[in-house]
């Protein structure tokens, strides 16, 4: 009997991907593998009695909390932001392709299968991790070159219900970081995003009149409190996913440039990845040294960009997680955060790491006697200078 471990998410892609593995590809045994990494739990339910009814063995795994603890802490403290996309997914997928891996060494599958398409990022992200394996990979989507509309159609011809329709094509991902939002006609780049394709944020301009502020605290890089209330990654996330889209905090409308070269336009929402990110980069700000800051600014671009391109096997993405929890090591404190009409902004902040000296910066301090700086100025800017004799001279 041959078998194939599909990563399953209960869309239209990898619904319609269990027939067709029968199907087009002839595989006697489907087994079906949702991983759980903070998906809502309606959806993990229909996922799950989806792959049971469709295919011949369903598996859902609870990852949540290694999802948090091992990919978005890492995240937080390397400040993850790909063009203004917090790389919720990017990063989730090498975790779902691991999880798959398991299952198929487990089954003794002779493939693994997803449902990306051919023209994405997740084709990258998944069999990077894949072909780790000495397993076939199956690409149902990008080997018969499909479309979501041919999707849709072959779904309802052969009866089984998928969320997808034509008067809302949407391909909707959801986790504990993220949730994504494309297709139809949001690939128009002049088409304005229907309010209706929004679920964690409400309309900026119909949130609260009254401003809410929130204090987060940070130990070595690592959110670990809300309001001095110890939390556990996970609910820390999903409150403050809770808390930032009651003031339409995190919505993201982005052309964004996908590894292939394509230009792609990607609507997001993260409220929680929002706040997070904006306060421990600056809480960085008041405890790292001006190099360590602009030096960590060049290293979190690459690391981001590994990230997006599904390179987290990389050698260079261990050495510069090395790098990153090093700087860290001080990342330890408070920052509050003014969360009001979709923008979240940090108003206050604390370490007891700062280098930050309110002696000696005060306007009203005598702890520096000014005229010291007179002679710091006599060289700064000296090369330019004297540049410009030399060339005054010559002309």
């Known amino acids: 009997m041959v078998k194939v471990v599909l990563s399953y998410s209960g869309g239209l892609d990898t619904t319609v991907c269990i027939p067709l593995l029968r199907e087009k590809y002839g595989f006697d045994e489907i087994i079906s593998v949702t991983v759980d990494v903070g998906q809502p739990q309606e959806d993990l339910k229909i996922a799950e009695e989806r792959g049971k009814k469709l295919s011949d063995k369903h598996y859902t795994i609870n990852a949540k909390k290694e999802f948090v603890y091992d990919y978005l802490f890492p995240l937080i403290k390397a400040n993850g932001d790909y063009e203004g996309y917090l790389l919720g997914h990017a990063i989730a997928r090498p975790l779902i392709a691991r999880k798959v891996i398991e299952v198929a060494l487990k089954e003794n599958a002779e493939a693994v299968a997803h449902g990306c398409t051919g023209k994405g990022n997740d084709q990258l992200r998944f069999e990077n991790i894949f072909r780790e394996y000495d397993l076939r990979i199956i690409a149902p989507m990008r080997d018969l070159n499909l479309t979501r509309e041919w999707e849709i159609e ?160 990389e050698p260079l993405f261990a050495d510069l997680n090395a790098f990153i929890d090093e700087t860290q090591q001080r990342v330890t404190g408070t920052v509050t955060v003014r969360l009001y009409k979709g923008n979240a902004s940090v108003v206050a902040r604390d370490s007891p790491f700062k280098l930050y000296s309110q002696e000696l910066v005060s306007f009203d301090s005598v702890s520096i006697d000014q005229k010291d700086a007179e002679g710091f100025i006599k060289f700064h800017g000296l090369q330019g200078r004297l540049m410009k004799r030399i060339f005054s001279k010559k002309s």
């Open 154 to 313: 072959y779904a309802m011809e052969h009866g089984i219900d998928v969320p997808a329709t034509k008067e809302k094509p949407w391909s909707i991902d959801e986790n504990l970081w993220s949730r994504s939002i494309e297709g139809g006609d949001l690939e128009n780049p002049l088409t304005i995003p229907p309010e209706d394709i929004y679920e964690w944020t409400v309309n900026p301009a119909e949130s609260s009149e009254h401003p809410e502020f929130i204090t987060i605290g940070f130990d070595k890089g690592i959110p670990v409190t809300l309001n001095d209330e110890s939390m556990d990654g996970v609910s820390l996330i999903k409150t403050l996913n809770e808390i930032g889209g009651k003031h339409g905090v995190g919505r993201t409308d982005i052309i964004e440039d996908r590894v292939l070269g394509l230009k792609a336009r990607e609507n997001y929402e993260h409220p929680a990845a929002t706040i997070l990110i904006k306060a421990h980069r600056d809480l960085e700000q008041l405890v790292l040294s001006r190099k360590e800051l602009k030096f960590k600014s060049l290293v979190e671009q690459e690391w981001a960009e590994l990230v997006y391109e599904g390179l987290v096997n």
